[in-house]
């Protein structure tokens, strides 16, 4: 089975969790892409959910698809996220950002009773930091704050190349929101408490990646089948 196969199984799983009348939040990437594409068929065989997504490209996928959609504005307490993630450890703290999203995923994640990670086995790690770390930030004094992101980060044990993140028009990626994204390759994070405290303090950013005591359950396929991981105030416990 391939990558794709497993994303896919994960996906469908998280479907049994969406019950009628649902106020849910989309997430965005590939993995949420594909749950997105399945609540889609749900939607046409007579599923009544009310979504608000969190970016425009989850926004359009889910509008073509016919599925039904509101804000947070509009819609301000949502029953449940399902969203992927770039990482996720035993704990259930998550990297996220990889697809530019990650403010909008946390405001919306935040504004919902659970969330459910869905991801393929290949994302799963024993510590976080392989995958680098997307801190989204203002684009007013940008130099500055990295300067400080480097500075802290290294306070909290952290410290690696701190990239800007480059669109493929070759100029610097803009967020949904109109922000910048540094990628902050710090490798292996002993204390990701630390670090989301730290990059906290600092005026010109606007949000980091850690998703930090945000999941409530993690469903993860791979070749042996599927994961799933409940968290429980920082304890988990394991079914498959």
């Known amino acids: 089975m391939s990558v794709d196969s497993y994303k896919l199984a994960a996906a469908r799983h998280a479907l049994k969790f969406v019950e009628p009348k649902m106020r849910l939040g989309l997430g965005t990437g590939s993995t949420a892409s594909l749950f997105v594409e399945l609540l889609g068929e749900e939607v046409r065989g007579g599923l009544q959910v009310l979504c608000v997504p969190t970016s425009e490209a989850t926004r359009a996928l889910a509008a073509r698809l016919g599925i039904p959609l509101t ?25 996220k950002g990889g697809g530019g999203a990650l403010l909008r995923e946390k405001i919306v994640a935040t504004a919902s009773d659970r969330m459910i990670v869905i991801a393929d086995a290949s994302k799963r790690v024993e510590k976080l930091g392989a995958f680098p770390l997307p801190v989204e930030v203002a684009r007013f004094g940008v130099t500055a704050t990295r300067n400080m992101i480097e500075m802290l980060a290294a306070d909290s044990g952290c410290q690696g190349e701190i990239k800007l993140r480059i669109g493929s ?72």
């Open 71 to 95: 804000t947070l504005d509009e819609t301000p307490l949502l029953d449940l996220t399902i969203d992927g993630a770039d990482e996720l450890d035993n704990e259930l703290r998550l990297i």
């Open 169 to 240: 028009d070759g100029n610097p990626f803009i967020t949904d929101g109109g922000n910048y994204i540094f990628d902050c390759a710090f490798g292996a994070i002993d204390d990701p408490e630390s670090l989301d405290e730290a990059l906290k303090f600092i005026p010109g950013v606007v949000e980091n990646g850690l998703f930090l005591g945000i999941a409530d359950i993690a469903v993860i396929g791979g070749p042996d089948g599927l994961a799933v991981i409940e968290a429980s105030y920082g304890e988990s416990q394991e079914a498959v």
